[in-house]
């Protein structure tokens, strides 16, 4: 069971670089859908190109969210 733990890691940092997708138009979190090989996405709900990514932490900041 050593072998388990050891390549396990903390929760914390997994949840800190977690990548999500917000839609401005929608005003929250969405799946963001990649359009072609560049690095735009867009909303699955509203189909628009308003969707901003970054890591959960940095986008619920920036746009005020979970407080
Ligand atoms: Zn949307």
Do not use: N, W
Request: aromatic share 10%; net charge positive; hydrophobic share 35%.
């Amino acid at each position: 069971m050593a072998e388990a733990t050891a390549t396990q890691a903390p929760p914390d940092q997994q949840a800190s670089v977690r990548i999500v997708f917000y839609c401005k138009d929608c005003e929250k979190l969405v799946d963001g859908v990649k359009i072609g090989r560049k690095y735009v996405y867009k909303c699955p709900i509203c189909h628009t190109k308003s969707v901003a990514f970054g890591t959960e932490k940095s986008i619920k900041s920036f746009y005020h969210m979970g407080e």
